[in-house]
């Protein structure tokens, strides 16, 4: 029975496997043919996003040949439409300065066309690439701009995305119970408008926090909930992500076997898609359990595997955090000079990244929203209570009226009686 049932799963993933392929192919066929500019456009745009969770650079292709279709027209919001989406594609590739570049580009014709919405979704994309570069107080101010719109429009999805961004900034400070606060509006709103993907998003974030509060059951139950939702969506980078976090809870348990187990198969998944921060990341994970097993020789390869990426990309995150773990690796060795001089690497990192100034500006930039946010809510308190006088005050002269009409009535009447 058993056998029968693998059988007709297997033909029924292989059917819509080919079902899939067939659909893209003529896609790509009718392409081609097609003489009607908007019907290439829509066209590119689908084949785009069909590759855009599984071949980068192909799907780059066909986002950039939309984008030309969008120039000719000069349809300035379908041009600021594919500068978004490339630069979305550049910074699941890694490649930041391009992908900068590129939203800075969509956010200038927003801007020219007052899209606020267009302006609020690209601050917040912007305030990721500045906190992927350790820019904790460039990020926060950008994502607290993008919360300002989002509130101002009444957009409670994006305004969502805005809280978890803010969220992981208080995540890097260590401040985990105040981001799981941050993670959980965003699960709650995306769960209230059924938005899978983010909902997967929201419960990785808070699993991570709980991870950090060595909270290992509540972190374990909501990286299953995340990677369940992926795996149903065919999301093959966020199965891989989920599966490198769940690595390092293994690790906090000091089940190694277990870790290595999902490192390496986040390992294969990130090599295939091309993404190079992931990748660098998840090496980084390999290299920590061989240094718990005691194989520093075979750390000290994946260690530096990633240190070359993450150099190369500019993550400073990833830089501290492969230099903690190499002067680990280089005291067991005895190598204390290369010990030394990777923990003394470690702390500039971590001092460049949380300096005082740099925290001193994230609590003004946080005081300042929350201010703000106050003024706003005692506008609306006043703007109600104003209101709700000015209602009382229509009622009373519309009573006054009527005892004034009234009183002519009987008057009248007292007269005709009269």
């Known amino acids: 029975m058993l056998k029968r049932l693998t059988s007709v799963l297997f033909y029924i993933i292989a059917i819509n496997g080919f079902a899939q392929t067939n659909t893209i192919d003529s896609l790509i066929s009718s392409l081609n043919a097609q003489r009607v500019d908007s019907n290439k456009y829509y066209t590119c745009i689908k084949i785009a996003k069909y590759y855009s969770d599984s071949a980068y650079d192909k799907s780059l292709i066909y986002f950039n040949k939309a984008l030309d279709v969008a120039e000719k027209s000069s349809d300035r919001k379908k041009v600021a439409h594919i500068y978004h989406q490339i630069g979305s594609m550049y910074q699941r590739k890694g490649e930041f300065p391009t992908a900068l570049k590129n939203f800075k580009n969509a956010l200038e014709i927003h801007e020219y066309l007052n899209n606020k919405r267009g302006i609020g979704q690209l601050l917040n994309d912007i305030g990721l690439i500045y906190k992927t570069w350790g820019k904790y107080d460039k990020a926060l101010e950008n994502y607290i701009n993008a919360l ?83 795996d149903s969506l065919g999301i093959k980078i966020g199965v891989a992500i989920i599966k490198d976090n769940i690595g390092l809870l293994f690790i906090k348990k000091k089940q190694y076997s277990d870790a ?62 492969v230099y903690n773990v190499l002067s680990e690796v280089y005291a067991q060795k005895k190598l204390f000079e290369k010990a030394f001089n990777s923990y003394k690497q470690y702390v500039q990192i971590k001092d460049s990244l949380l300096n005082s100034e740099t925290i001193q500006k994230i609590e003004s930039i946080q005081a300042e929203y929350e201010a703000q946010k106050k003024e706003k809510e005692l506008t609306e308190i006043n703007q109600k209570i104003n209101n709700q006088k000015h209602i009382i005050i229509i009622i009373i002269g519309i009573f006054m009226i009527f005892i004034f009409l009234l009183s002519l009535v009987i008057r009248e009447n007292y007269h005709k009686r009269k």
């Open 260 to 321: 290595l187990l999902y490192h390496t198969d986040a390992i294969r998944i990130f090599e295939g898609l091309g993404s190079q921060q992931r990748l660098s990341v998840a090496l980084q994970n390999v290299g920590q359990v061989y240094s718990k097993l005691n194989q520093p020789d075979q750390a000290i390869v994946y260690l530096n595997r990633s240190l070359e990426i993450a150099s190369k990309l500019n993550l400073k995150e990833t830089q501290k955090d």
């Open 148 to 230: 300002k719109i989002f509130d101002e429009i009444g957009d409670s999805g994006n305004g969502a995305m805005a809280s978890n961004n803010i969220g992981q900034i208080f995540y890097y400070r260590s401040e985990y119970e105040k981001s799981i606060e941050y993670f959980k509006k965003y699960l709650e709103v995306n769960q209230k408008n059924k938005a899978p993907r983010a909902v997967a998003g929201a419960a990785n974030n808070i699993a991570s926090a709980y991870l950090e509060l060595q909270n290992y059951d509540d972190a374990l139950k909501f990286y299953v909930q995340a990677m369940r939702v992926y």
